[in-house]
């Protein structure tokens, strides 16, 4: 697919593979609904497009939802964009599938960016300011046998994910692993990631998973 990289918008990288492959997995039917929260470049809702479903994209950056329907556009498939925080502009709408590759690198200070780059991977000190809410409030927006697909690294905690879809009464499990080394971002923050305990000493790379919830019918 032709993908515009527009600068201060989240590049897709292993994170975004390894969702989109999962994705690939679900057996979405033309006219599903599709939710791709924090959609960033528009790639994970390019792919859920392909498949006929009707996809709804959501970012907090403007510039990054103009990427979103511009790749769509050079794809030849509608991407309904929507701005906002998380899951408000589309409250009250139930999805067949949401799908989220959230910002969930853990950073010093408890204040969120609210621009520039490090907005698109700056999630507080433990890296769960958006998983946490996501896992919270996502699994309501779920139509009866939704699916909810959520990638993040193994820093941020894979059981308090999978434990707060299961209070939400989502059956889960982790459907996707990939070991990489740790990018320019996070090999920067290593010592501090060890003085936080969130790696042992000299590690320098991080597995990615994708937790799959369903919502019982």
Known sequence: MWLLRTPGV??????????IASLGRERLREGD??????????????????????????DVSRRALATAWINGALNGRHIHVLQGDL????RGRRF????SNPPYVPAAGTALPS????????????????????CRTAPGFLAPGGVLLLVHSSLCGVGVSLRALRRAALRTEVVARRRIPFGPVMSARADWFEERGLVAPGVRHEELVVIRGVRPE
Request: proline content about 5%.
């Open 10 to 19: 989240y590049r897709a990288q292993e994170d975004s593979e390894l969702l």
């Open 87 to 90: 899951l408000e502009p589309v």
């Open 115 to 134: 621009h520039g780059p490090a907005r698109a991977w700056d999630a507080g000190p433990d890296g769960r300011a958006l998983l946490d809410r996501i």
């Open 33 to 58: 609904e599709v939710l791709d929260l924090g959609t960033g470049t528009g790639v994970v809702a390019l792919a859920a497009s392909g498949t006929g479903a009707r996809v709804t994209a959501i």
């Open 96 to 99: 067949d599938l949401i799908a």
